[in-house]
């Protein structure tokens, strides 16, 4: 037979228990939920990261335009692309520093198509694209040719 | 303590553990989405610098003009009546042109090949490896707002691709010509 102070120490058992486990719950969930944020807080990161090699490649002195030392904006030579393809100059450990796990070819599509491979260190699981449209300079016919990059960033 | 006391403690715990859950909600249901960096940046970025790319490709089967000097000698040798382009290339030949650049020696056909070259590099870049909807055109001088199309009396110059029904990155480049100054448009619709 349990007595009355039982039954209340029982009741008060109980309600911490319940009180325990909502706890837990609200834990678990707020968990959860920073985990989903903090997972699109890296992917953010990681897309900011890509931008800025986007943005490296267009402006690395071995690619730009360049005439008497003024620079032309949203241009990549065409002999300077020809030679970083066929010298692998992007090979060096120095570049892996800069454009990591990724490939970047550029396309001519006017006047003729031609695509060259100027980096290519494919490391990860997933990668995502990014293409930017740039004029091929081709100094010595002095035309401008449409050319697109294609930047295959990989995420682990 | 009394039991009173205690149960208005309990009350009162029980009221700051809703108010928390619900802060905690409010916080993760009303959070802006903020959009995607990635696609934010391809799109206005890929506006800007198609249009930027496009006006300076050399036209190597026309003496070397680039495509914006022939945009600019279509708009001069076509006069102040804006023929319709579209994007299948159609041409409007009830309108003369008075002069201009002929790239084959012949007649001037500024207008039919730069027209003509814009219309396949946007189908190969952006409909193509890209695979975006888009829509370039070339209006007529407007009062007003840049770049807006308007229907009495027509702007519209030519035009290729596909309209953009819902939200679209926008880039409009004014190019002046002897008879006016022409706007050239280029929207990238936002993938849904």
Known sequence: MKTKSQIQLGETIAIMLVFAVLVGLGFAFYVRISKISLQKELLELEEQRAIQKVQSIINLPELICSSERVISENCVDLYKIKAASEKKIFKKLYYQGVFGSSSINVTQLTPAEEEWEIYSNPKGVSASAFYLPVVIHDPIENTNNFGLIKILIYTK | ?192
């Open chain 2, 1 to 192: 303590m009394k039991k009173s006391q205690m149960e208005m403690m309990g009350i009162a715990i029980i009221v700051v553990l809703l108010a928390f859950g619900l802060l905690f909600v409010i916080r993760f249901v009303l959070k802006e989405d903020r959009p995607e960096t990635k696609e934010s940046f391809i799109e206005s970025k890929l506006a800007s610098s198609v249009m930027d790319t496009l006006l300076k490709t050399t036209a190597t089967e026309c003496r070397g003009f680039s495509l914006g000097e022939l945009i600019k000698d279509c708009r001069e040798s076509i006069g102040g009546g804006p023929p319709v382009w579209t994007g299948d290339y159609v041409r409007d030949n009830s309108i003369e042109q008075a002069g201009g650049i002929a790239c084959y020696g012949g007649a001037p056909d500024s207008c039919d090949v730069s027209l003509s070259k814009i219309n396949d590099i946007l189908n190969s870049t952006l409909g193509g490896q890209l695979r975006v909807d888009y829509e370039f055109f070339i209006l007529s001088e407007t009062k007003g707002e840049p770049c807006r199309k308007v229907n009495y009396p027509p702007n519209i110059i030519f035009t290729a691709g596909p309209k953009c029904p819902g939200t679209k990155k926008h880039v409009c480049q004014p190019w002046p010509t002897s008879i006016d100054t022409i706007q050239l448009g280029l929207d990238i619709c936002s993938k849904a």
